[in-house]
Nanobody, 115 residues
Framework: VQLVESGGGLVQAGGSLRLSCAGSGSTFSINDMGWYRQAPGKLRELVAVITIDGGTTSYRDSVKGRFTISRDNAKKTMYLQMNSLKPEDTAVYYC?????????WGQGTQVTVSS
């Protein structure tokens, strides 16, 4: 499985971005998937999770009510809608299975939120 993230950028606090994760291979459709992020000097953390059928989602407390994860298995694509962005959301964002697989990590997409 190859996962390619896109959609990051520079945005002011309070702004929005929509990230996309394009997958290849059949494995995309048979795994719970998630968005992870890693800020400079910090460990990579799981931000949001979506089940195989998209029916259940979960979020870390710091993004609840602001971020929305979704997926389209037919297109092998997953999304992360990020609203009301804060400077502390600045990080490189990655998509991967949940639990993650080391071989699935892509290059990530940089999100920078200015204050």
């Amino acid at each position: 499985v190859q996962l390619v993230e896109s959609g990051g950028g520079l945005v002011q606090a309070g702004g929005s971005l929509r990230l996309s994760c394009a997958g290849s291979g059949s494995t995309f459709s048979i795994n719970d998937m998630g968005w992870y992020r890693q800020a400079p000097g910090k460990l990579r953390e799981l931000v949001a999770v979506i089940t195989i059928d998209g029916g259940t989602t979960s979020y870390r407390d710091s993004v609840k009510g602001r971020f929305t994860i979704s997926r389209d298995n037919a297109k092998k694509t997953m999304y992360l809608q990020m609203n009301s962005l804060k400077p502390e959301d600045t990080a490189v964002y990655y998509c991967n299975a949940v639990p993650y697989s080391g071989e699935y990590w892509g290059q990530g997409t940089q999100v920078t939120v200015s204050s």
